[in-house]
Every structure is written in structure tokens, then in C-alpha cells.
């Protein structure tokens, strides 16, 4: 891609978060500026607490910004109502680190994809051309469409749930996916297909993607462009090459210090039932 081709599509300035007040106040996001461009893959790295999910909160519009601003392709953000932050959801869309939590789950498979072609304003679409919809985007990350249809989330594996939750992006279609942690809960097989897909889907809608990870090993496999975030600040950013290969912050050096540890294949979440509620708050 050109330069002149990449077209700024989210960015923010002094964007901050503050949690309660007083003493038992936690700057959680502090002072940070971003760019991120179109068709860029773009890892956010820190350890767990320095911030990134509260980040991701605010750029979805889940939680809101304490000062700052933060604008969408170019304008100054405006999502001061239900209608507004709908539209917004059109261009924004995320993949959580418990993919469970992001669902109805007493809403079947194959309704949880049909939404997402009628939010796509293809309500009126013939029946079977949006069972052919389906079916591609269950193909692009290898589910069978015909053994999903009348499955219930909770009996797929971890793995599966998050490919369909790749799945359902595919259909949406927004300009940027935020992507939470979403390999962190799922055995490492899976994981490496996750990540694959989430390349592939960056590779063939030019969807910029933000990935959020603790792992330096992760985001260096998959980025373009690395952030690092120590206690609610960026300390350091640039391409993947020059974060990982000559790093200048000390924060960054140690992170890269951890990358040979093994992965632990299952980590849950402490907030599991917290982030179910905001995520289910979210899907729209
Ligand atoms: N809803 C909340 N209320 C109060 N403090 C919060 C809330 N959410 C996050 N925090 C605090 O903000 C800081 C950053 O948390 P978080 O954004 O979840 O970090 P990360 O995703 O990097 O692990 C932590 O100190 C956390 O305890
Ligand atoms: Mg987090």
C-alpha cells in the first residue's frame, strides 16, 4: 500500500481515564496520544492492569472518556446517543477475551450470524442468499455451516466460539476491529488458527485491526505497528522491527525478557462476569 493511500481512521489525544474519585481514585489510561491507519495491524502490548482493556472500552465507546479526545476517520467522535453509537458500532467492533460472554446463549448460531447480515442492512435479502452468506463466512474460518445451524453457543469449544466470532466480523464488515486478548482463554492449537484468520482477515478487507496481547511474541508474529503501554501510558511505539529488534524503553526490554516463557493454555479471566456484562451491553 502507498502512503498516500493510508487513511487515518482512528486516533486520540490526551485521552485519559480516571476511576472513582479521592482516595481510591486509579488512573487507569494516562495521557495518551495514538494514529492508527487503515489496513494497519497494530498490537497494543502491556502487562495485565496497565490499561489496555480500558482503552479499548473507551475507543468503543463502552466506557466513557475522562478527558481527551478521540476522533473516527478524520472527525472529531460524536456518539451522544443510543442512534449515534449504533452508527458508530457500523464502523467499530470488537472480539473479547471470553468469547461466551459476547453472546446470547440462548440465541442459536445461526441467528447470532443472520443478525449480522440484517445490521448490515440486508433484512430484505432473499432467505437463501443469506444462508449463502452464511455459509462463506463459516468457510473463511472453517466451521461448517450445516453443523452449526441449531447449535447453541455454549456447545462449541473455545476455539470454535472465537473463530465465530471472526465469523461474525466477516459479515459485519467494519473498517476496525478491536481484538481483546482473544487467544489468551484458548488452547495454543487454536490459538495459532486465530491468529492466522485474524491475518487473513486484515489480508482480504484491508480491515484495520487492533490486537491486544500481554505476549511481545504474539504481537511481534502479527503486527505492523507496536504500542507499548506501562501503568495507563504509551512508553514506547513504532514498527514491529524496530520495538521488538531495538528497543528503547526499559519497560519494552523487559516485556521482550518474558517472550520464551511458556504459554499457560488456560487463563481465565477474574472478571468473567463483569466483561459479560459489558460485552453483552455492546452487541448490538
Ligand atoms: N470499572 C473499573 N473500576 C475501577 N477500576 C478499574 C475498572 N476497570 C479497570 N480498572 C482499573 O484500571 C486499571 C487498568 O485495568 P485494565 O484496563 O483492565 O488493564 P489491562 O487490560 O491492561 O489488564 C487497573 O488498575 C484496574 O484495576
Ligand atoms: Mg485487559
Not at 482516595?23 to 502491556?46: C, R, W
Not at 482503552?55 to 481527551?68: A, P, Y
Not at 489468551?184 to 496481547?213: H, N, P, Q, V, W
Not at 519494552?252 to 511458556?262: A, E, F, G, S
Request: proline share 3%; net charge positive; aromatic share 10%.
Amino acid at each position: 500500500m502507498n502512503s498516500h493511500d493510508r487513511q487515518l481512521c482512528l486516533s486520540g489525544k490526551g485521552v485519559t481515564k480516571i476511576f472513582g474519585f479521592g482516595s481510591k481514585k486509579t488512573l487507569a489510561v494516562d495521557n495518551v496520544d495514538f494514529e492508527f491507519y487503515s489496513g494497519d495491524l497494530i498490537s497494543i502490548v502491556g502487562e495485565s492492569g496497565s490499561g489496555k482493556t480500558t482503552l479499548i472500552k473507551m475507543l468503543l465507546g463502552l466506557t466513557s472518556v475522562t478527558e481527551g479526545e478521540i476522533s473516527f476517520m478524520g472527525k472529531k467522535r460524536d456518539i451522544g446517543s443510543r442512534r449515534k453509537k449504533k452508527e458508530y458500532w457500523k464502523g467499530i467492533q470488537a472480539i473479547f477475551q471470553d468469547p461466551y460472554s459476547s453472546y446470547n446463549i440462548f440465541s442459536k448460531i445461526d441467528s447470532v450470524l443472520l443478525d449480522c447480515i440484517n445490521m448490515r442492512g440486508g433484512r430484505l435479502l432473499p432467505r437463501k442468499t443469506k444462508i449463502e452468506m452464511m455459509r462463506e463466512a463459516c468457510s473463511f474460518v472453517n466451521l461448517k455451516y450445516d453443523e452449526m445451524t441449531n447449535k447453541y453457543p455454549f456447545e462449541l469449544s473455545g476455539g470454535q466460539m472465537q473463530r465465530l466470532m471472526i465469523a461474525r466480523i466477516f459479515l459485519l464488515k467494519p473498517k476496525i476491529l478491536l481484538a481483546d486478548e482473544p487467544t489468551s482463554m484458548i488452547d495454543a492449537c487454536s490459538r495459532a488458527t486465530i491468529l492466522d484468520m485474524l491475518l487473513k482477515l486484515r489480508d482480504e478487507t484491508g480491515m484495520m485491526i487492533i490486537f491486544i496481547t500481554h505476549d511481545m511474541g504474539l504481537a511481534y508474529y502479527l503486527s505492523d505497528t507496536v504500542y507499548i503501554m506501562e501503568k495507563g501510558k504509551i512508553v514506547e511505539f513504532g514498527s514491529a522491527d524496530e520495538v521488538v529488534l531495538n528497543p528503547k524503553a526499559d519497560y519494552t526490554k523487559q516485556l521482550l525478557n518474558d517472550v520464551p516463557k511458556i504459554h499457560d493454555p488456560w487463563e481465565f479471566s477474574k472478571n468473567r462476569r463483569k466483561d459479560a456484562q459489558w460485552t453483552e451491553q455492546f452487541v448490538v
